[in-house]
């Protein structure tokens, strides 16, 4: 199974009329955030796809384009504060959009208000454990989790409440965004417990393992 994570830039290799031949073997797209949503549409489009998405810090509420205005990617399937099972591939997912708080932006949120957003998970997750045996298979997020792939500035540190649900529930895949990568040396790809954690800045190829008991492997 492959999937496309993108996020906070837009790169030419996905914009571009090549698209359906550089990823026609992509099952499903995820977005972790800080995307335009015709860009996302572009994806959903071209190869005809499920797209999940949350939002990032600098989102916009409303989103103008020469169709006229929106407030979501048309196509797309917002995963905040949801538990979703993809019908077409079966994997279990959910989300959390913008970044901890930093000014009075949109988006943005206290330790507390994360830790309350990931709670109101936690009747679903359960409820996916009775039902398939397994609580997640992958977490979207923008912000990263509290003390991996994040800095010291108030913008970009991690979400403690994030950190505590891959260790809780154990996912496959936390995927997020948020911390742009502008060097080769900085760490995109972590592992912690059962859960492999990837920065999807740009964008990422995965291909996901089916046997939970094996690490995902990224091309």
């Known amino acids: 199974m492959k999937l496309l994570a993108v996020s906070d830039r837009e790169c030419s290799r996905i914009y ?3 698209i359906k031949q550089r990823f026609e073997d992509i099952d499903l797209a995820v977005s972790c955030g800080d995307l335009s949503y015709f860009y996302l549409e572009y994806i959903v489009s071209s190869l005809d796809i ?30 905040h ?11 279990l997912l959910s989300g959390i959009q913008g970044s901890l ?50 800095q010291d500035d108030p913008a970009h540190k991690g979400v ?7 260790k809780v529930f154990h996912p496959t895949y936390h995927l997020h965004g948020h911390v742009h990568v502008y060097r080769p040396d900085i760490i995109t790809e972590s592992i912690t417990g059962k859960t492999k954690i990837i920065n999807s800045y740009g964008f990422r190829k995965i291909t996901y393992r089916e046997d939970l008991d094996l690490q995902p492997a990224v091309d």
Not at 81 to 91: A, M, S, W
Not at 160 to 166: C, D, R, V
Request: charged letters at 20%; one cysteine or more.
């Open 101 to 150: 708080r930093y000014n009075l932006g949109d988006y943005q949120y206290s330790q507390f208000e994360m830790w309350v957003m990931v709670s109101q998970l936690l009747p679903k997750l359960l409820w996916n454990k009775v039902r398939y045996g397994r609580f997640l298979d992958i977490f979207i997020t923008h912000a990263p989790p509290w003390g991996i792939h994040d």
């Open 16 to 18: 571009s009329p090549q």
């Open 81 to 91: 504060k949801k538990v979703i099972r993809d019908p077409k591939t079966g994997l």
């Open 160 to 166: 403690k409440a994030f950190l505590w649900l891959i």
């Open 50 to 79: 499920p797209l999940y998405f949350v939002r990032g810090n600098h989102a916009k509420k409303i989103e103008y384009g020469c169709a006229g205005s929106r407030e979501a990617p048309w196509g797309a399937i917002d995963l």
